[in-house]
C-alpha cells in the first residue's frame, strides 16, 4: 500500500474495506452498531468512525499494516 499523504490513507480502498468490515462484524444483533466508547447506538454509516489507535503521523504511509484489532469503532 503506497500513500502519499493521510488524506490518500484515510480514502483508499484498503482502510474503507477495513472500516466496512469492523462495522459488519461488531454490529450487535439487537441494537445494531455501538460506539465501543460511549455504548451508544450509531444511527447513520456516516456517523461510524473506525479509530486509528496508532499514530500513523511519524510513520511511513508506505508501510502501514491494517489489522481488525488496532481499530474501535466510536461515534
Request: aromatic fraction near 6%; charge should be positive; charged fraction near 20%.
Amino acid at each position: 500500500m503506497k500513500h502519499q499523504t493521510l488524506s490518500d490513507f484515510y480514502n483508499s480502498h484498503e482502510w474503507r474495506s477495513l472500516r466496512q468490515t469492523l462495522m459488519i462484524q461488531r454490529c450487535h444483533p439487537a441494537k445494531g452498531l455501538l460506539c465501543e466508547y460511549c455504548k451508544e447506538v450509531i444511527l447513520k454509516d456516516i456517523d461510524c468512525i473506525a479509530h486509528q489507535c496508532v499514530s500513523i503521523r511519524n510513520k511511513s504511509l508506505s508501510n502501514i499494516t491494517l489489522y481488525l484489532i488496532d481499530h474501535p469503532i466510536v461515534c
